[in-house]
């Protein structure tokens, strides 16, 4: 491979892995959601799960990066592969593979010491947001309000949290997420509800109290849940002023 080599991001968490790793100016191709800082100069080839494999060969990359953390995006994987194109599939379904996978893809690139330096500083940094409360508090992330969809057992979230000092309310629920009834949300016993809505132009917290089950809710911003990446420190923070805030120690 060329060096610097020439990426493609298909996905927001891998552009964002990217960028801390200072390859943002190796990207030539990426998906229309990703908004890591040094992306101008690369070419849009589409949402993440309609990529225009036609424009994204047309940019020669060396690397593309895809992610199974997007549901669906096998098929466009297969697109790509189809095309000749040179993929590295990523599916994280906790921290530890997330760090990993930022691991991985510095050794791919030829970042090496960047991977594991960034991997290190994330993992410590989530190490200090631990909190330990009397009864570890149960935490509902949901991810779309109609139907209502969330984080269940196999998401990072649940590993996310756990490391907070919290746990998943859906954590006995299998996959990666899943619709929920409000009967099932309001079983699930949350403490805490967090509104973190994927590819939603405007988070409204308010139209998840309006329910009425009385559970506090915090708004966060899927770029800091929904993205198994450098960013999810983000969402870890936020979420750890929310619980402090609402959860006796």
Known sequence: MPHPPRLASLVASNSDILAALGAAPWIVAV?????A????????????LDIDVAVLAATRPDLVL??????????????????GLGVL?????????????IRSIGHAIG???QGEDVARALDAELDALHTTFPVPPRVLVEWWPRPIIAA????????????LG????????AGRSSPLTLAEVWAARPDLIVCSWCGAKKLRPEVIEARGLGVPVVAIHE?????????????????????RASVPT
């Open 31 to 35: 998906d229309n959601h990703s908004d």
């Open 66 to 83: 895809a992610s199974l953390s997007v549901p669906g995006q096998e098929r466009v994987v297969q697109g790509v592969q189809d095309a």
């Open 152 to 163: 269940t057992r196999d998401s990072w979230v649940t590993d996310l949290l756990a490391r």
């Open 37 to 48: 800082p040094g992306l101008e100069s690369a070419v849009r080839v589409g949402p993440d």
């Open 89 to 101: 599939i990523l599916d994280p379904v906790s921290v530890q593979d997330t760090l990993a996978d």
């Open 111 to 113: 970042l090496s010491r």
């Open 223 to 243: 770029s800091g849940l929904g993205r198994p990446g450098p960013r999810l420190l983000d969402g870890a923070r936020q979420l750890h002023a929310a619980l």
């Open 166 to 173: 919290a746990v998943n309310a859906l954590a006995d629920r």
